[in-house]
């Protein structure tokens, strides 16, 4: 049974979230602070963590980083800000997805479900090495290395990376990527946008001036040799 983890400051918000997840047949626990959810992560890793922005003390954006340093579980952030900057900050803090309260149970239930399968197949697909320059992905190993040195991603930059690069040097468009790879029919470009902005800089030598991962402007994305 998938373990979801809470960090809501609000108490009714997180009692009605534990309540309706666990209606969804998840296990879930709650946190009324980044603190206390970092502590409760360490000691019991739950799944996935849901994480509100505005919280006392530690705020949304430094718990998700912490959570990202100490390890690749999925991120999802249920804030009732929806300013373009906070998406894109959270995310770039490390964060999978984003959900703007008030939240539907059903859409949020739907996106947990395909964040654990996409970091299911990340360790499963059987895929051999796939080489571009010194930009080598290892799909079937779950690795990605710059001249030999491995490269720490998380697992939705893996799996991003990986159907990218099972596809060189062919467009993907931001759409056929958020199908792809969040398994989502209709959503928020910035995701895409802000996932490939973490990649390059992890990847690419220059990030402002990319030699693989390559935007061909009004098309998409491509990974090139």
């Known amino acids: ?22 209606d969804e047949g998840y296990t879930v626990s709650g946190a009324a602070t980044a603190e206390e959810g970092l502590v409760r992560q360490r000691r019991e890793p739950a799944d996935t963590v849901l994480v509100d922005l505005m919280l006392p003390g530690i705020d949304g954006f430094e718990c998700i980083r912490q959570l990202r340093r100490d390890d690749d ?39 947990l479900r395909a964040l654990r399968r996409r970091a299911q197949a990340a360790v499963t697909t059987e895929v051999p090495g796939l080489v571009f320059g010194d930009l080598t992905v290892r799909p ?4 990605v290395s710059v001249r030999g040195q ?37 959503g928020d470009e910035r995701l895409v946008d802000v996932h490939v902005g973490r990649l390059r800089n992890k990847i690419e030598d220059d990030s402002s001036d990319p030699r693989h991962l390559v935007t061909v402007r009004g098309l998409g994305y491509k990974l090139q040799r």
Do not use: N
């Open 150 to 186: 491995q490269v720490p991603v998380t697992r939705t930059e893996f799996r991003l990376l990986c159907e990218l690069a099972e596809h060189p040097g062919r467009v993907l468009s931001r759409q056929q990527l958020l199908q792809r790879v969040w398994e989502y029919e209709t």
């Open 73 to 111: 579980v999925p991120i999802v952030v249920v804030s009732a800000r929806d300013d373009t900057h906070d998406i894109v900050a959270a995310l770039e803090a490390g964060a999978d997805d984003y959900v703007v309260k008030p939240v539907a149970v059903k859409e949020l239930s739907a996106r």
């Open 1 to 22: 049974m998938t373990a979801v983890l809470v960090i809501e400051d609000d108490d009714r918000i997180r009692l009605a979230l534990v309540l309706a997840l666990e």
């Open 140 to 143: 079937e190993a779950g690795e």
